[in-house]
């Protein structure tokens, strides 16, 4: 198996809702997965920017979520997952 698939596995498998998946289902969802660093202070998306087609998981580090660019609403730490409304819609 791909060594990228196995280490993002088994990062993934313990946090929800990874963990409560079977390996297999687990793993192929894995294999989808694209792997970004993004800088400090790096935008990810804004409001006034298309929708896009995919979720993100904090690995490492931290993820201010902020409304109106200056006003924090949450912060993501390791293994938890932001952008989800927009792959529900």
């Given at each position: 198996?791909?060594?990228?698939?196995?280490?993002?596995?088994?990062?993934?498998?313990?946090?929800?809702?990874?963990?409560?998946?079977?390996?297999e289902?687990?793993l192929?969802?894995?294999?989808?997965?694209?792997?970004?660093?993004?800088?400090?202070?790096?935008?990810?998306?804004?409001?006034?920017?298309?929708?896009?087609?995919s979720?993100?998981?904090?690995?490492?580090?931290a993820?201010?979520?902020?409304?109106?660019q200056?006003?924090?609403v949450?912060?993501?730490?390791?293994?938890?997952?932001?952008?989800?409304?927009?792959?529900?819609?």
């Amino acid at each position: 198996m791909n060594t990228i698939v196995e280490r993002i596995y088994d990062f993934l498998k313990d946090f929800p809702p990874f963990k409560v998946l079977s390996r297999e289902d687990c793993l192929t969802i894995c294999k989808q997965i694209k792997v970004i660093y993004i800088e400090e202070n790096e935008t990810i998306f804004s409001i006034d920017k298309p929708v896009q087609n995919s979720f993100y998981v904090v690995k490492e580090g931290a993820i201010g979520l902020f409304r109106e660019q200056d006003i924090l609403v949450d912060k993501c730490d390791d293994g938890d997952i932001f952008g989800l409304r927009a792959v529900i819609r």
